[in-house]
């Protein structure tokens, strides 16, 4: 069996489980579990893969970031403040559809993992008027929340590619600047389009705010958001985590974990939130499916590593007959594809772009963004399955849009190189 049906069998029965609705905790288990046993499994590379998984750091980190990022989206949600937050912002930009390319876009800035989950509610809110399915929620949200992954200088991908090429982050940013700019002219022209956008007809006399009537959503008056001071103490309230999150991490290099903590702390004194409400965000943020499908997915990324199945791709491919670029390129699009990570596409394939072609922009940028295209179809992208669990839809015809999206920029990048 090559290596490349192995890798592509282990895809398979992946997809085939979530899409028998199967949880991506026991998915990935099971695709771990795969992996192991046909790579010449050894009890050596099942205690690597376990110890890597178990024992860094950066597994808990991810877990408690995202627990503490639910917190805040539970206490921005039940104060009121995302309805408030909403209406002040439709006031000032009279365009639900720019709030819905805002939201997730303003929010992808902060490179964390739980973002995709804090931008939803406000996807679910600035589309109340349209004809939107799940499915296309979860393609907007996804979409827009990552074209900053080629531009913006703390994603952890593009300083860890950095640091690995030795090609300064600057060059590289803007080097690659243009297929941000890119992403978001693609994605208003084919997800922003169409007659799902005109307007409901039973919107038309309702009030421009409408909120649940849950138990778990507090009634914003819509008079009062009309006033300056009111408006103004929403959109602080909103965008200040976020700011002061940025802050944490670029300025005093704030783990996502602690800078999300201090954050939660910080709207809990703010907001007066009393302990038995305390309690109740806790209980109520603690997703287990979520985290045991994170814990799973770091499990995966790990034992394919362990497995050498990964390196042994790369020596297939260098053994075909292609640029070399391209070649990185494909490699990167794979390990993408298998899972979901930027960061872990650049740990992987970038040692070997500083190898084959040291200092060269062009195949680094070539790389970069093969695999980030690789990792957007990655039914393993955490982004993805947040997203998808909050809207409640099927992944695969969302990510279908997607799929077309990042065959144009693939395309595109793969025809510079022969430019």
């Given at each position: 069996?090559?290596?490349?049906?192995?890798i592509?069998?282990t895809?398979f029965?992946?997809?085939?489980?979530?899409?028998?609705?199967?949880q991506?905790g026991h998915a990935?288990?099971?695709?771990?579990?795969?992996?192991?046993?046909?790579?010449?499994?050894?009890?050596?590379?099942?205690?690597?893969?376990?110890?890597?998984?178990?024992?860094?750091?950066s597994?808990?980190?991810?877990?408690?970031?995202?627990?503490f990022?639910?917190?805040?989206e539970?206490?921005l949600r039940t104060?009121?403040?995302?309805e408030?937050?909403?209406?002040?912002?439709?006031a000032?930009l009279r365009?639900?559809?720019?709030?819905?390319?805002?939201?997730?876009?303003f929010l992808?800035?902060l490179?964390?993992?739980g973002?995709?989950?804090f931008?939803a509610p406000?996807?679910e809110?600035?589309?109340?008027?349209?004809s939107?399915?799940?499915?296309?929620?979860?393609?907007?949200?996804?979409?827009?929340?990552h074209?900053?992954?080629?531009a913006n200088p703390?994603?952890?991908?593009?300083?860890?590619g950095s640091?690995?090429?030795?090609?300064?982050?600057?060059?590289l940013?803007?080097?690659?600047?243009?297929?941000?700019?890119?992403?978001?002219?693609?994605?208003?022209?084919f997800?922003?389009?169409?007659?799902?956008?005109?307007?409901?007809?039973?919107?038309?006399?309702?009030t421009?705010?409408?909120?649940?009537?849950s138990l778990?959503?507090?009634?914003?008056?819509?008079s009062?958001?009309?006033?300056?001071?009111?408006s103004?103490r929403?959109?602080l309230?909103?965008?200040?985590?976020i700011i002061?999150?940025?802050?944490?991490v670029v300025?005093?290099h704030?783990?996502a974990?602690?800078?999300?903590?201090?954050?939660?702390?910080?709207?809990?004194v703010?907001l007066?939130i009393?302990?038995e409400?305390?309690?109740?965000?806790?209980?109520k943020?603690?997703d287990?499916k979520?985290?045991?499908g994170i814990?799973s997915?770091?499990?995966?990324q790990?034992?394919l590593t362990?497995?050498?199945?990964?390196?042994e791709?790369?020596?297939?491919?260098?053994?075909?007959?292609?640029?070399i670029?391209?070649?990185?390129?494909?490699?990167?699009?794979?390990v993408?594809v298998?899972?979901?990570s930027?960061?872990g596409?650049?740990?992987i394939?970038?040692?070997?772009?500083a190898?084959?072609?040291?200092?060269?922009?062009n195949?680094?940028?070539?790389?970069?963004v093969?695999?980030?295209?690789?990792s957007?179809?990655?039914?393993?992208?955490?982004?993805l399955?947040?997203?998808?669990e909050?809207?409640?839809a099927?992944?695969?015809?969302?990510?279908?849009?997607?799929?077309?999206?990042?065959?144009?920029?693939?395309?595109?990048?793969?025809?510079t190189?022969?430019i």
């Amino acid at each position: 069996m090559t290596v490349m049906l192995k890798i592509l069998s282990t895809l398979f029965l992946v997809v085939w489980l979530l899409r028998r609705r199967v949880q991506i905790g026991h998915a990935m288990l099971a695709g771990s579990m795969i992996l192991f046993l046909i790579a010449s499994p050894t009890w050596e590379k099942a205690s690597t893969a376990l110890r890597a998984t178990l024992l860094e750091t950066s597994t808990w980190e991810v877990m408690l970031a995202m627990f503490f990022v639910m917190c805040l989206e539970f206490l921005l949600r039940t104060s009121g403040t995302i309805e408030g937050f909403m209406t002040s912002m439709k006031a000032l930009l009279r365009s639900d559809r720019v709030l819905l390319v805002l939201m997730p876009a303003f929010l992808g800035l902060l490179p964390s993992l739980g973002g995709a989950m804090f931008s939803a509610p406000m996807v679910e809110h600035a589309s109340k008027k349209y004809s939107l399915t799940s499915e296309n929620k979860v393609t907007i949200n996804y979409w827009f929340r990552h074209i900053w992954e080629y531009a913006n200088p703390i994603v952890p991908a593009l300083i860890l590619g950095s640091q690995i090429t030795s090609i300064p982050l600057g060059s590289l940013v803007t080097h690659m600047g243009g297929y941000t700019f890119l992403a978001l002219i693609l994605g208003c022209l084919f997800l922003l389009t169409g007659k799902k956008f005109r307007s409901q007809e039973q919107f038309k006399n309702q009030t421009e705010l409408e909120v649940s009537a849950s138990l778990e959503t507090t009634l914003v008056d819509a008079s009062e958001i009309r006033t300056s001071s009111r408006s103004m103490r929403y959109l602080l309230l909103a965008l200040g985590p976020i700011i002061v999150n940025i802050i944490l991490v670029v300025s005093f290099h704030f783990s996502a974990a602690v800078s999300m903590g201090v954050v939660v702390l910080g709207m809990v004194v703010i907001l007066r939130i009393q302990r038995e409400q305390v309690i109740r965000m806790l209980s109520k943020s603690f997703d287990l499916k979520l985290l045991w499908g994170i814990l799973s997915i770091m499990l995966f990324q790990h034992t394919l590593t362990a497995s050498g199945l990964v390196q042994e791709l790369v020596a297939l491919l260098q053994g075909v007959s292609l640029p070399i670029s391209i070649m990185i390129g494909l490699c990167a699009l794979m390990v993408g594809v298998l899972t979901g990570s930027p960061q872990g596409v650049v740990a992987i394939t970038f040692p070997i772009v500083a190898v084959l072609a040291p200092g060269n922009v062009n195949t680094a940028t070539t790389a970069y963004v093969m695999g980030i295209a690789g990792s957007m179809l990655s039914p393993a992208h955490l982004c993805l399955i947040v997203t998808g669990e909050y809207f409640k839809a099927d992944i695969f015809k969302a990510l279908r849009p997607v799929l077309f999206l990042e065959g144009i920029i693939v395309a595109i990048v793969i025809l510079t190189q022969f430019i």
